[in-house]
C-alpha cells in the first residue's frame, strides 16, 4: 500500500483517543483480566450495538501496512466496547480502534482520503502532517492491563 497525499488526509481527518496504563476509573477497572489484556473503547457517540474494529500492531516494520491481529466487538447501551485481547503476549503495541458506521468491516474514507468514520490511535497519539510512527503509536501492556481508547 502507498501512503502520500491520500494517507495526509487521513490522518487530518482522525479522532481522538486516550489510551495508557495509569490507575483506571472503578468503570473501567471492572473490565481487568489477570489473564489478558483488555481493550476498552468509549464512544462520545450514540451508539449502543454500533460495531468497534481494532486494528493490532506489534511493530515497527509493516505498521499500518501488515496487521498483527484485528478483533471487533458490540457498544453496550453505556457506549462501551470490550475487547478481551487473550492472544496478546505482554509487550508493546500500537492500536488503532475505528467505529464501522454501516458495518462494511473497513475504515472508509471519502475521495480525498479523509475518513468518513471514526478513527482513534492509541498513545493518546492525534496524526498531524506526517504519517504516525509506531513509536508515536505503541503502548506497552502486561496481562490485567485495561487500555482505554476513547473515539470522540
Given at each position: 500500500?502507498?501512503?502520500g497525499l491520500a494517507?495526509?488526509?487521513?490522518?487530518?481527518?482522525?479522532?481522538?483517543?486516550?489510551?495508557?496504563?495509569?490507575?483506571?476509573?472503578?468503570?473501567?477497572?471492572?473490565?481487568?483480566?489477570?489473564?489478558?489484556?483488555?481493550?476498552?473503547?468509549?464512544?462520545?457517540?450514540?451508539?449502543?450495538?454500533?460495531?468497534?474494529?481494532?486494528?493490532?500492531?506489534?511493530?515497527?516494520?509493516?505498521?499500518?501496512?501488515?496487521?498483527?491481529?484485528?478483533?471487533?466487538?458490540?457498544?453496550?447501551?453505556?457506549?462501551?466496547?470490550?475487547?478481551?485481547?487473550?492472544?496478546?503476549?505482554?509487550?508493546?503495541?500500537?492500536?488503532?480502534?475505528?467505529?464501522?458506521?454501516?458495518?462494511?468491516?473497513?475504515?472508509?474514507?471519502?475521495?480525498l482520503g479523509r475518513?468518513?468514520?471514526?478513527?482513534?490511535?492509541?498513545?493518546?497519539?492525534?496524526?498531524?502532517?506526517?504519517?504516525?510512527?509506531?513509536?508515536?503509536?505503541?503502548?506497552?501492556?502486561?496481562?490485567g492491563s485495561v487500555?482505554?481508547?476513547?473515539?470522540?
Open positions: 500500500m502507498r501512503f494517507f495526509i488526509l487521513f490522518l487530518l481527518g482522525a479522532g481522538a483517543v486516550s489510551a495508557d496504563n495509569a490507575a483506571l476509573p472503578e468503570v473501567f477497572s471492572k473490565y481487568a483480566d489477570p489473564e489478558s489484556v483488555v481493550l476498552a473503547v468509549q464512544s462520545e457517540f450514540d451508539v449502543p450495538g454500533g460495531l468497534v474494529r481494532l486494528v493490532v500492531y506489534d511493530r515497527e516494520d509493516g505498521f499500518l501496512e501488515r496487521a498483527a491481529a484485528r478483533y471487533w466487538s458490540r457498544f453496550d447501551e453505556a457506549g462501551v466496547a470490550v475487547l478481551p485481547l487473550r492472544a496478546l503476549e505482554p509487550g508493546a503495541y500500537a492500536f488503532i480502534v475505528y467505529l464501522d458506521v454501516n458495518q462494511d468491516g473497513k475504515l472508509n474514507r471519502s475521495a475518513p468518513t468514520e471514526p478513527v482513534a490511535f492509541s498513545n493518546g497519539f492525534r496524526p498531524r502532517l506526517q504519517r504516525p510512527k509506531f513509536d508515536d503509536v505503541k503502548i506497552t501492556v502486561d496481562h487500555v482505554v481508547m476513547i473515539l470522540d
